[in-house]
C-alpha cells in the first residue's frame, strides 16, 4: 500500500512538473512531510527526510531535463561551471543546517518560500533585465546562496536560478536550460551530504540511506519521469497563465497549511 502512494506521489509531481514548468521539489517535499506524518514517523526527522529524498528524486528528473536542453543547445556550459562551486558548497551548508533546525521550524521556513512562490507565479512577477553577472567571486557567491537556499528546502532551484539568470541579462530560454544544468550539482552535493547528516540516526525508519527513505525514492522516480513528458505535452495544449494561477493557489495552500502547522 505505501509503495502505491509514493508511486501516485511520482506521477502527481511528475505531471505538474510537465504542466507548469517548475521542479518537482516544491510538490514533493510537502507531500512526503504529509505522508511521512500518516505514517507516524517522528517530527524531529520526517521533515529532514521528506527534504533527503526529494533531493535524491531530482537527480534523475534533472538527467532528464538537462539531456534534453543539451540537445537543443541551450545550456551555457562555462556558465554552469562558474555557478558549480558555490552551488555545492551551498548545498552542503543548507543540508547541515536543515539538520540543525527543528522538524517545526523547517516546515515554517518552507511555508514562508512556498507563500512567496506562490506569490511570484499568481502574480507574474518577473525581475528586469538590468544586471550583467558579476566578475570573479561573485557568481560563486550567487552559487552558493543558489545551493544552500535549494539544499535547504530539497528543490533543484531553478525557481531562484531562472529569476537570477534573468535579472543578470541572460535570455529566458538559455536561463531555464542552465538553471536545470545547475538542478544537478545541487541535488548529487545535497543528496550525498543528508546521507552523511542522516546516517546512523536512530529514529529513522528502515530501508532509508541517512534521511532518503528508499519506499518513496524508487516510487516516485519510477513515474515522476514517465508522467513529466505528459504534463509537458498537457501543458501545450491549455493556456499557460491559468495553470500558473492554478498551481499558485495549491502551493499557496500548502505554504498557508505549513505556516500555521
Known amino acids: 500500500m505505501t509503495i502505491i502512494m509514493y508511486l501516485v506521489l511520482g506521477a502527481a509531481a511528475g505531471m505538474i512538473a510537465g504542466l507548469f514548468g517548475v521542479g518537482g521539489g516544491l510538490i514533493i517535499v510537502p507531500a512526503l512531510v504529509f505522508a511521512f506524518s500518516f505514517q507516524e514517523l517522528s517530527p524531529d526527522i520526517l521533515t529532514q527526510m521528506a527534504i533527503g529524498t526529494s533531493l535524491s528524486t531530482i537527480i534523475f528528473t534533472s538527467l532528464s531535463a538537462v539531456k534534453t536542453h543539451h540537445s537543443k543547445g541551450a545550456i551555457d556550459w562555462p556558465l554552469v561551471k562558474r555557478l558549480s562551486f558555490g552551488i555545492i558548497i551551498g548545498a ?33 512577477l518577473k525581475p528586469k533585465a538590468e544586471h550583467e553577472l558579476p566578475k570573479g567571486a561573485g557568481l560563486s557567491v550567487a552559487g552558493s546562496i543558489i545551493g544552500s537556499v535549494s539544499a535547504l528546502f530539497g528543490i533543484g532551484g531553478g525557481s531562484i536560478t531562472v529569476p537570477y539568470l534573468s535579472w543578470c ?28 547528516t542522516g546516517w546512523g540516526n536512530s529514529e529513522l525508519p528502515e530501508y532509508t540511506l541517512g534521511y532518503i527513505y528508499l519506499p518513496a525514492f524508487f516510487g516516485i522516480i519510477l513515474t515522476s519521469t514517465v508522467f513529466a513528458k505528459q504534463g509537458a505535452r498537457l501543458a501545450h495544449a491549455l493556456p499557460s497563465h491559468i495553470l500558473r494561477r492554478y498551481f499558485a493557489l495549491l502551493l499557496l495552500a500548502v505554504s498557508i497549511k505549513f505556516i500555521v502547522y
Open 92 to 124: 552542503v551548508f543548507g543540508s547541515l543546517l536543515a539538520d540543525s533546525l527543528p522538524g517545526e521550524t523547517l516546515q515554517l521556513i518552507i511555508g514562508v518560500y512556498a507563500f512567496i512562490v506562490a506569490i511570484q507565479m499568481g502574480f507574474g
Open 169 to 196: 541579462s541572460i535570455e529566458m530560454r538559455k536561463a531555464v536550460a542552465t538553471s536545470s544544468a545547475c538542478g544537478l550539482p545541487i541535488a548529487v552535493a545535497g543528496c550525498a551530504s543528508y546521507i552523511a
